[in-house]
């Protein structure tokens, strides 16, 4: 199988910054595309930002300018630096990878969430 781990959540006030950071195990061949997604409370999941392994990331709207998606391949790590944070920004995060498992499967894998709160 493959676990997904969130770390990097917390509170911070308006206006301040957090880094999350993501670390995938287990039966990995390969890892695609890697993201973030973020549900605030009594909201639906919705997109953060995505990376693939080539390539330029891709970023919701209200994101764009303040965070920034990165990963590091040869750790299976994804991070989000959260710059200039609103309290609309507060939600749990999740992470999520498309990844080729060692029985040659080719699916999504999602973490259990970090909270992020927003808020002075």
């Known amino acids: 199988q493959v676990q997904l781990v969130e770390s990097g959540g917390g509170l911070v006030q308006p206006g301040g910054s957090l880094r999350l950071s993501c670390a995938a195990s287990?039966?990995?061949?390969?890892?695609?595309?890697m993201g973030w997604y973020r549900q605030p409370p009594g909201k639906q999941r919705d997109l953060v930002a995505t990376i693939p392994t080539g390539g330029s990331a891709n970023y919701a709207d209200s994101v764009k300018g303040r965070f920034t998606i990165s990963r590091d391949n040869a750790k299976n790590m994804v991070y989000l630096q959260m710059s200039s944070l609103e309290p609309e920004d507060t939600a749990v995060y999740y992470c999520n990878a498309r990844v080729t498992t060692t029985s040659y499967y080719t699916m999504p894998f999602w973490g259990k969430g970090t909270l992020v709160t927003v808020s002075s």
């Open positions: 287990g039966s990995i061949v390969s890892i695609h595309t």
